[in-house]
């Protein structure tokens, strides 16, 4: 009988411990606002010697997953035509928006755009910008379209913290797109 | 009447053999406890193998077999419920000079057998690693340690992060059950080990197959069960120090312990543990991986307290690691996988290094936990055990954030706090019969997790209730088992979509059964069956994942549809053991209603890094069948040679397909020469042994960015002893050398295989000073 008792009593207290230790998960999930995206990815070309912009963009507001992309334009251009191509990134999940291609001209030692056409006669590009070190940047610069045709240009914005050398080698890809393009 | 004729026949032959050897007046005697209780043990079976001679344990735990000639006997215990124990007796000692029959002198060895309760299933197969075998392990991972038991391998995310795998099955659907209390962490996650300090235990046992009904839901591979030594009560203060070295990576690792009773205090135990370790750059044959390191800083304590019928014990532990991510493995898309593919080996390079920078991952375990019993005088015993679990769990990624805000508040990218209450209540019953034994339990868990970072998993409550029956009947050389077992589980999920709350609920709930049978055809040998089921509800990544898993570079989608799975494993297996050959063999099928898996999706997945295969959880009905074989036969004196063989087919029954990540097939071969005694050592051996692992040819076509790697072939070496400095004092020595030739070689089942070579040679020391009891 003592023992029943010493027993139930025991029991109460696991139950008391077991639910004054309860929690609502739900009450604390926030948005995060500390984890970076790039969301938006606007290349703007602008034809020598005019004022005319051109931009083309790839857009996924809310990230990876969710939603799928809202927007990847094809790049028209001009046959034989040089431009002035000025890259945007955008990290559009956040209010404000959050400008990314700031961030990477002030860690311009750490980041490398890569343009890559196929097939190559499609378009020349010739970095416009360099970095503390002397390396390309990418952020500005000059393309070149060729004849008419299509084609792909791959933009690649390479993070290289610690590694940058000015080949794409070293580090990994923050951005990665394969945009059509159409040489008229 | 053949009861009566078969009794005189016995008596017969002992007289027999009495008349004809008139020396065999020696006797073994002694009583049986409960080792966790010290409770006597009724009923249970003592036997001496080889002699066809048992006997059974008196109301006080107590039994006797008289008439035994002079020699050395194997001595075994065997309680259903309990492990079986086993001891050599030596009853040869003096008795040339002593041995006259008119005198009537004996020789006599009081036994006291102390038995190991244990609650896996008797007919499923428990292999135990403990003593020298558990030894030989010590400084290395808790997966690691597991490696050496037939049909159990690793899935591994470089050298330092590796997971248990048993038959196959890994992660949430194999259970561990640390100290008696189900371990909770983010088991889901592949790079995600078991947050446990091996040296903790000084017995790690695995049942192989579904065991759902006594452990619950994720048994469905099986269960680890890591158990320490139960607490000295009233014995004398004693304590051991554990040194162990590395040669790769350079890593040390320290651990001791200081355990006794209380002076003056009867009934009092404690003990007091602590492990630090601490290792540098991993290195594969040709070159070091950067970032590699480990810094692990564990400790342990213990007391309990014993009165008669009554025990309560606490723990608690706390596990600490840091562990470096090869800085090598992070890429950013497809293309930076297939250029460190086409590579062949990493492009970054590195010397060594104790450095960890990032990536990393920071995770710490507490574990709490109370357990109390009472054995009622009349045989009925209520066990309690509370217990609660704190798992904080940081990744680092290897890029800081772009905004130097925010890089400078050095926060993780993913953290994962896991709270995690459990509550057993379990009452055995008081043996019907001396026959009938059973146990009725009521198992809870409440968790909660809550994440913050890179979105990844929601937070979320869950709930679980299960109730259980087991029943073992013994008769004879017989003994069955049967028991069921229901769960009821409650989730409610919350994540943010689109930059507002979304919230889930779930429930789950399954019945579970199992039934087997032991036959003990002779002490040699005998036979198991078993049929299990278990079950295991979708876990969160399963149900809500939604990005790019970079370690796999594949986007994930979860779906919050699917439901539970079913596991029904029957497993066999058969069981030879004399003095020089020692031989198992078991098979086992075990077909999964429902298996979640990732599917791959015909259309890639676009994001802004490129596009991602697609792949997204689907359920399927999925068997696992294979055979394990071990065996050891000491063909010349003192040489012993002992194979492991683990043979595993896994199919996708619904899509007529194999699955991915299945271990490939092994065989292990040692050869052991051991020496009782030379000069002032003990224990001596020497072992050389061959690991070979086969080509995973069981894999879905093109469903990977490589094709599983080819066979190899690994060389190991070891050696060691005992030096009796006093008579309460030891010390052990061992030393190892693992892949010997300095192989290079990629595991199917490392998901770093895609950006290095495996690690290469390691040679290790190691020391255990052991003072007092």
């Not at chain 2, 558990?134 to 050496?148: I, M």
């Amino acid at each position: 009988m003592k023992m029943n008792r010493k027993l139930t009593w025991m029991l109460l207290f696991g139950v008391a411990t077991l639910f004054t230790q309860c929690k609502d998960s739900g009450d604390e999930v926030e948005v995060d606002d500390e984890n970076e995206l790039i969301t938006s990815v606007t290349l703007k070309f602008t034809e020598s010697g005019t004022n005319t912009v051109t931009s083309f963009s790839y857009k996924d507001p809310d990230g990876d997953g969710g939603n799928a992309p809202t927007k990847f334009d094809t790049v028209s251009l001009k046959a034989n035509t040089s431009y002035t191509l000025a890259v945007e990134f955008l990290d559009e999940s956040k209010t404000p928006v959050d400008n990314i291609t700031e961030e990477i001209t002030e860690k311009s030692d750490e980041h490398l755009l890569v343009f890559t056409p196929s097939p190559a006669s499609l378009l020349t590009y010739t970095y416009g910008d360099k970095d503390k070190n002397n390396y390309p940047i990418g952020l500005t610069g000059t393309a070149k379209a060729g004849v008419a045709g299509t084609g792909k240009l791959k933009v690649q914005l390479r993070h290289q913290p610690n590694a940058k050398n000015g080949t794409p080698g070293p580090g990994s890809d923050d951005v990665n797109l394969d945009f059509n393009v159409k040489v008229k | 009447m053949k009861k009566y004729f078969f009794l005189i026949l016995s008596l017969a032959v002992i007289s027999l053999g009495h008349a004809q050897n008139p020396t065999c007046a020696c006797f073994i005697r002694g009583i049986v406890k409960d080792q966790h209780s010290g409770q006597p043990v009724v009923g249970a079976t003592v036997l001496l193998i080889g002699k066809n001679t048992g006997v059974f344990t008196d109301d006080k735990g107590r039994y006797e077999i008289r008439n035994l000639c002079p020699g050395t006997y194997q001595l075994e215990a065997r309680i259903v419920g309990y492990n079986a124990y086993k001891q050599t007796i030596d009853l040869t000692a003096g008795h040339e000079e002593n041995f006259n029959l008119e005198e009537q002198e004996v020789h006599l060895k009081d036994v006291e057998i102390t038995a190991h309760r244990t609650d896996a299933p008797s007919s499923q197969p428990l292999t135990t690693l403990s003593g020298n075998d558990l030894e030989q392990t010590r400084g290395q991972a808790l997966g690691e340690s597991l490696k050496g038991i037939t049909g159990v391998t690793t899935m591994q995310t470089g050298s330092s992060i590796s997971k248990p795998v048993i038959h196959g099955l890994h992660s949430n659907r194999v259970l561990i059950m640390n100290n008696g209390v189900r371990q909770e962490g983010q088991q889901w996650g592949s790079e995600h080990a078991p947050e446990i300090d091996p040296f903790v235990a000084t017995r790690m046992s695995v049942i192989k197959g579904a065991a759902g009904v006594r452990y619950g839901s994720d048994a469905i591979g099986g269960v680890i069960l890591v158990e320490p030594e139960e607490l000295p009560f009233n014995k004398p203060l004693s304590g051991e120090v554990n040194l162990v070295g590395f040669s790769n990576g350079r890593q040390g690792v320290a651990s001791s312990t200081l355990q006794g009773g209380v002076k003056g205090l009867s009934g009092f135990g404690w003990r007091a543990q602590g492990t630090i370790k601490r290792g540098g750059n991993i290195r594969t044959p040709n070159y070091f991986l950067d970032n590699t390191g480990i810094s692990e800083k564990n400790f342990s304590i213990g007391a309990g307290y014993r009165k008669k019928g009554f025990g309560i014990d606490l723990f608690y532990s706390r596990f600490d690691t840091k562990i470096g991510i090869f800085s090598g493995s992070h890429i950013g898309s497809v293309t930076d996988l297939l250029n460190v593919i086409n590579n062949g080996e990493p492009f970054v390079k590195s010397g060594f290094s104790y450095k960890i920078g990032r990536p990393n991952q920071n995770v710490t375990h507490d574990l709490l936990k109370a357990e109390t019993h009472y054995h009622f005088k009349d045989g009925n015993r209520l066990q309690w055990t509370i217990a609660q679990q704190i798992n904080n769990r940081n990744e680092y990624d290897l890029h800081v954030p772009r905004n130097d805000s925010i890089a400078s508040l050095n926060h993780p990218e993913l953290t994962f706090k896991l709270h995690t209450l459990t509550n057993d209540v379990i009452w055995d019953h008081k043996p019907i019969a001396g026959k009938i034994s059973g146990q009725i339990g009521v198992s809870t868990l409440y968790q909660y997790n809550l994440m913050t970072g890179r979105p990844l998993i929601p937070n979320f409550n869950q709930f679980n209730i299960g109730i259980f029956w087991i029943e073992r009947y013994v008769k004879n050389d017989w003994e069955f088992e049967a028991g069921a077992r229901y769960d009821y589980r409650t989730l409610s999920t919350h994540r943010i979509v689109s930059r507002k709350k979304v919230s889930n609920d779930f429930t789950f709930s399954n019945g579970s059964g199992t039934i087997g049978a032991t036959r003990n055809f002779s002490p040699n040998l005998s036979a198991r069956l078993n049929a299990g089921t278990a079950w295991r509800a979708p876990n969160v990544s399963e149900l809500f994942s939604d990005g790019v898993h970079h370690g796999a570079a594949a986007f994930e989608k979860g779906d919050s549809t699917l439901h539970p799975e079913k596991a029904l494993n029957t497993i066999a297996s058969v069981k030879y053991a004399s003095e020089k050959l020692t031989i198992e063999i078991g098979g086992y099928y075990n077909y999964i209603k429902d298996f979640i898996y990732l599917k791959p999706q015909p259309d890639p997945i676009l994001t802004v890094r490129g596009a991602f295969p697609y792949f997204k959880y689907t359920q399927t009905d999925a068997s696992f069948k294979g055979i394990d074989i071990s065996g050891a036969w000491q063909f010349v004196k003192n040489l012993t040679i002992t194979s492991k063989l683990s043979y595993l087919r896994a199919y996708d029954k619904r899509n007529d397909s194999y699955l991915v990540m299945i271990p490939a097939n092994r065989l292990d071969n040692q050869l052991k020469y051991e020496l009782p005694e030379l000069g002032k050592w003990h224990n001596l051996y020497f072992s050389a042994g061959n690991l070979w692992v086969a080509h995973q040819k069981r894999v879905p076509p093109a469903s990977d960015f490589l094709p599983p790697p080819a066979a190899y072939s690994l060389w190991n070496i070891q050696a060691g002893g005992t030096i009796h400095i006093s008579e309460k004092q030891q010390l052990e020595v061992g030393i190892s050398v693992t892949n010997l030739f300095n192989t290079v070689y990629r595991d199917y089942m490392n998901r770093f295989r895609y950006y290095s070579d495996d690690i290469g040679r390691n040679a290790s020391l190691r020391i255990k000073w052991k003072f007092g009891a």
